[in-house]
């Protein structure tokens, strides 16, 4: 027995080509679990380590390069980014939301934990709630592409739960990269608005996503294989255009730092590294690299400088482009929901595999978007449960383990491995029969689903 999503019959004049409506059903659950999610981000920032027993807030991991890069353009020095952060990568599209934040605080005498480590740096009041409401959003985006695949509420509401408590509190507070969550989120809007058919629309939310982070640029070709033969350039255009351009202005400031940070990409050795590290380039020796090592509890510290060699990460990352364009041929005439769904979280799950070296949270988009296949999938009773929520489980154990001084951690291994297992099984779970696959001609699934109050899909 299969499940599939019910389809409602068009009204007179309305072709089933048209753009869907952008209803959002049940979405107060989706932001009282942001709410709360953002609550407990403060309380595993500024409370919890004093009850375990640690004299200091919980330091935000890699956020203080984020909050420091934010200054720069703060001041009014976007060009500068990449020359005084070597290791910060992404376009700046985060650094401009946190930046009029950052200058609040530098006009209050608010302070950061560098160049000597503070157990309480005062920045953090008016930086953590701006990491915590943006991380928030992938719950809203990712519930928001739920309700577009017609995903039932019995499923949808463990899923926002889960986001919240395994993906976006520990990225938040213990790695410190919350423009991964926003890039989440504007990602599962995009693919939302491309199952709608609201192909333009789509284009420019992928654009804003690529700003926040460049795996985005991952989707782009499924972006393009599911667009209507006649807007295909132009979603390429609107799509492409703003990361484009503002790389463009980057380049033209400061051409040797950002062709270094935006182009090659340059991986320092402190990671988990897979096979692709010892075929990399060497890039060049960054300046230096602070390690704080806490004494007792964090009454006193210990600051030292070491150099370390960057080689070339782009190489590698090429990989899963490639793999990208290869899943979005495979959809190329049938772009179904399912297809789609199923596309996106192979081509997410190729930029783990084809990193120089793992760091978990580049796993989080590729579990978020299978958790939502495996959900949408028609899989029944508790398999679509254990499949989908082990992606969570995996990367949330791998944040855990989370200690960018310590360069070999399975945590990250086992996790992209069990990510990897449960690839094939979404792939498996979402391959329609030899006797259901669609014609050549038919069109995608439609995305709205009926208005009756569970919203389950329909058995046929």
């Given at each position: 027995?299969?499940?599939?999503?019910?389809?409602?019959?068009?009204?007179?004049?309305?072709?089933d080509?048209?753009?869907?409506?952008?209803?959002?059903?049940?979405?107060?659950?989706?932001?009282?679990?942001?709410?709360?999610t953002?609550?407990?981000?403060?309380?595993?920032?500024?409370?919890?380590p004093?009850?375990?027993?640690?004299?200091?807030w919980?330091?935000?991991?890699?956020?203080?390069?984020?909050?420091?890069?934010?200054?720069?353009?703060?001041?009014?020095?976007?060009?500068?980014?990449?020359a005084?952060?070597?290791?910060?990568?992404?376009?700046?599209?985060?650094?401009?939301?946190?930046?009029?934040?950052?200058?609040?605080?530098?006009?209050?005498?608010?302070?950061?934990?560098?160049?000597?480590?503070i157990?309480?740096?005062?920045?953090?009041l008016?930086?953590?709630?701006?990491?915590?409401?943006?991380?928030?959003?992938?719950?809203?985006?990712?519930?928001?592409?739920?309700?577009?695949?017609?995903?039932?509420?019995?499923?949808?509401?463990?899923?926002?739960?889960?986001?919240?408590?395994?993906?976006?509190?520990?990225?938040?507070?213990?790695?410190?990269?919350?423009?991964?969550?926003?890039?989440?989120?504007?990602?599962?809007?995009?693919?939302?608005?491309?199952?709608?058919?609201?192909?333009?629309?789509?284009?420019?939310?992928?654009?804003?996503?690529?700003?926040?982070?460049?795996?985005?640029?991952?989707?782009?070709?499924?972006?393009?294989?599911?667009?209507?033969?006649?807007?295909?350039?132009?979603?390429?255009?609107?799509?492409?255009?703003?990361?484009?351009?503002?790389?463009?202005?980057?380049?033209?400031?400061?051409?040797?730092?950002?062709?270094?940070?935006?182009?090659?990409?340059?991986?320092v050795?402190?990671?988990?590294?897979?096979?692709?590290?010892?075929?990399?380039?060497?890039?060049?020796?960054?300046?230096?690299?602070?390690?704080?090592?806490?004494?007792?509890?964090?009454?006193?510290?210990?600051?030292?400088?070491?150099?370390?060699?960057?080689?070339?990460?782009?190489?590698?990352?090429?990989?899963?482009?490639?793999?990208?364009?290869?899943?979005?041929?495979?959809?190329?005439?049938?772009?179904?929901?399912?297809?789609?769904?199923?596309?996106?979280?192979?081509?997410?799950?190729?930029?783990?595999v084809?990193?120089?070296?793992?760091?978990?949270?580049?796993?989080?988009?590729?579990?978020?978007?299978?958790?939502?296949?495996?959900?949408?999938?028609?899989?029944?009773?508790?398999?679509?449960?254990?499949?989908?929520?082990?992606?969570?489980?995996?990367?949330?154990?791998?944040?855990?383990?989370?200690?960018?001084?310590?360069?070999?951690?399975?945590?990250?291994?086992?996790?992209?491995?069990?990510?990897?297992?449960?690839?094939?099984?979404?792939?498996?779970?979402?391959?329609?029969?030899?006797?259901?696959?669609?014609?050549?001609?038919?069109?995608?699934?439609?995305?709205?689903?009926?208005?009756?109050?569970?919203?389950?899909?329909?058995?046929?």
């Amino acid at each position: 027995m299969q499940l599939s999503l019910p389809r409602k019959s068009a009204p007179p004049g309305v072709s089933d080509l048209d753009p869907a409506p952008l209803r959002w059903h049940d979405w107060p659950f989706a932001v009282a679990v942001a709410f709360a999610t953002i609550g407990l981000c403060f309380f595993a920032t500024f409370a919890l380590p004093d009850l375990l027993g640690y004299d200091q807030w919980q330091l935000l991991g890699d956020g203080e390069t984020t909050i420091r890069a934010a200054q720069w353009v703060s001041w009014g020095g976007i060009g500068n980014v990449y020359a005084a952060n070597p290791q910060y990568l992404p376009l700046p599209g985060f650094l401009i939301l946190l930046a009029p934040v950052v200058a609040l605080g530098d006009h209050l005498g608010l302070v950061i934990a560098y160049p000597f480590p503070i157990p309480r740096p005062s920045m953090l009041l008016v930086a953590a709630p701006v990491f915590f409401v943006t991380g928030a959003s992938a719950i809203l985006g990712a519930d928001y592409l739920a309700d577009t695949l017609g995903i039932s509420r019995r499923r949808r509401r463990p899923i926002a739960v889960a986001i919240g408590l395994l993906v976006v509190i520990p990225t938040c507070t213990y790695i410190g990269h919350p423009e991964d969550l926003v890039a989440i989120a504007l990602s599962c809007v995009s693919v939302a608005l491309l199952l709608r058919r609201h192909y333009l629309g789509a284009a420019i939310v992928l654009s804003l996503a690529i700003m926040m982070q460049s795996w985005a640029v991952l989707l782009i070709p499924l972006l393009i294989a599911a667009s209507p033969p006649g807007r295909r350039l132009l979603t390429l255009a609107w799509s492409a255009a703003l990361p484009a351009a503002c790389a463009s202005m980057l380049l033209v400031l400061d051409f040797h730092d950002a062709y270094r940070s935006l182009v090659l990409q340059p991986m320092v050795g402190l990671g988990q590294h897979l096979p692709w590290w010892n075929l990399a380039g060497h890039l060049t020796t960054l300046d230096s690299v602070t390690h704080r090592v806490a004494i007792g509890q964090a009454r006193s510290s210990e600051t030292f400088v070491t150099p370390v060699v960057a080689l070339v990460g782009s190489t590698s990352r090429s990989l899963a482009v490639v793999a990208a364009i290869v899943v979005a041929v495979m959809v190329w005439r049938r772009p179904t929901h399912t297809a789609i769904m199923t596309a996106a979280s192979v081509a997410l799950l190729a930029r783990g595999v084809f990193e120089t070296q793992v760091w978990c949270y580049y796993l989080a988009p590729a579990a978020v978007f299978m958790v939502l296949a495996a959900a949408g999938s028609g899989v029944t009773g508790r398999r679509w449960c254990l499949g989908a929520l082990s992606a969570l489980v995996a990367y949330s154990c791998a944040a855990g383990a989370y200690n960018p001084h310590r360069p070999y951690s399975m945590a990250p291994f086992l996790a992209l491995g069990i990510l990897l297992t449960s690839g094939v099984g979404v792939v498996l779970a979402t391959r329609p029969q030899p006797s259901e696959q669609p014609g050549r001609d038919q069109p995608a699934e439609s995305p709205v689903a009926p208005d009756h109050e569970d919203r389950a899909p329909a058995l046929v």
